[in-house]
């Protein structure tokens, strides 16, 4: 009972941070402005840049069969495609949960251990960081003032009192008193049995992150992880066209955008509601876009991508539960 209303606050937590964000950013704009940017858009262009995601979700479905290979599993591509899919769609409902959904999801399909699957993508998560990494070093490379204006303005934006960096050093100072006790009592800890259950657990994930030195197919592993990537940047250049004031940004600023939308992404919200806004709101307005044109562009974006990802979500559902019910038909 108690690990249930532990997991509801934090679910409503998270909600309430992404709604907050997502007023935060739509405070100060003027909505009849912003609905006639919304109803003036190229939506050619963002039915092609929805398009190109589909190249990111394959890539990312083959990349994790080649992660399991080397650790003797290999499932069927329809089956990793349809999990990656639908881990998406549960990212919808709660922050972070896809990936246990996208695991849970191949771990009933093909019967992999559910901790090796969440090894490998905890090291696909490690990837994607070291990737998102490279990126901004090469938007800082291609154009330093834009990070220095971007970080700025959520500096000004979002710790504007001393009270705020106070909390800020409150919560750090805290952060430290959690971590001295657990060096303290680590033996006293390590005892108990849910740690005990933690570091069998912990065993299958070093199992997936292991398998990455085992790989027979490095260039592929490459080729994919670089399709990622390179995808979510079209779909964002792409994107431009879709309205008169950023159909001048160039490649340059879609990796730009790329970035701070990925960062944005990285704060637990659901399905990047709120923070992915406030992010590229930012973003855009470093490149010199006004904020109700920078909301108008991150809000076309994220829907157009909700609502492929629902329609996409859902038949992966539906396909992943006629699969697993034809499996227990077989068996009978």
């Known amino acids: 009972m108690k690990k249930k209303i532990f997991t509801l606050i934090k679910y409503t937590f998270f909600l309430g941070l992404g709604l907050g964000l997502l007023y935060f950013a739509f405070r100060n704009t003027n909505p009849h402005k912003m609905f006639l940017e919304m109803k003036e858009a190229n939506y050619f262009w963002v039915s092609a840049s929805v ?15 080649i992660l399991l290979e080397p650790m003797g599993y290999k499932p069927k ?7 990656v899919l639908f881990g998406y769609f549960a990212n919808l409902a709660a922050p972070r949960v896809g990936e246990l959904a996208r695991c849970t999801a191949l771990n009933q ?13 905890l090291l696909e998560r490690v990837i994607d ?29 979002k710790i504007q009192s001393s009270g705020n960096l106070n909390l800020i050093y409150l919560a750090i100072g805290f952060g430290f008193i959690i971590i001295a006790a657990i060096y303290f009592w680590r033996k006293k800890i390590a005892s108990f049995s849910f740690f005990l259950k933690i570091k069998t657990f912990l065993s299958g994930v070093v ?3 292991v398998s990455i030195g085992k790989m027979k197919k490095k260039w592929s592993f490459i080729a994919h992880t670089t399709t990622i990537w390179a995808s979510y940047i079209v779909m964002a250049y792409v994107g ?7 159909q001048h940004l160039t490649f340059a600023d879609g990796i730009f955008i790329t970035v701070v939308g990925g960062l944005g992404m990285a704060v637990p919200s659901n399905g990047g509601i709120g923070t992915y806004h406030a992010s ?5 307005a470093a490149l010199g876009i006004e904020n109700e044109t920078g909301l108008v ?10 609502l492929f990802i629902i329609l996409l979500g859902t038949f992966s559902f539906t396909m992943l539960y006629l699969k697993k019910n034809k499996k227990k038909d077989v068996k009978l």
């Open 207 to 209: 199992e997936g992150f």
């Open 51 to 65: 398009l190109v995601g589909i190249f990111a979700y394959y890539s990312r479905a083959a990349r994790w069969l």
């Open 297 to 306: 562009f991150a809000t076309i974006m994220h829907a157009s991508q909700v």
């Open 109 to 121: 399909t093909e019967k992999i251990p559910l901790n090796a699957l969440i090894g490998t993508v």
């Open 280 to 284: 590229v709101m930012f973003g855009l």
């Open 77 to 83: 591509i329809s089956n990793s495609l349809y999990s």
């Open 240 to 246: 431009f066209f879709a309205l008169k004031e950023t």
């Open 129 to 157: 960081v070291v990737i998102l990494f490279l990126l901004i070093v090469l938007s800082v490379f291609l154009n330093a003032g834009l990070f220095g204006k971007f970080f700025l303005d959520v500096f000004k934006n």
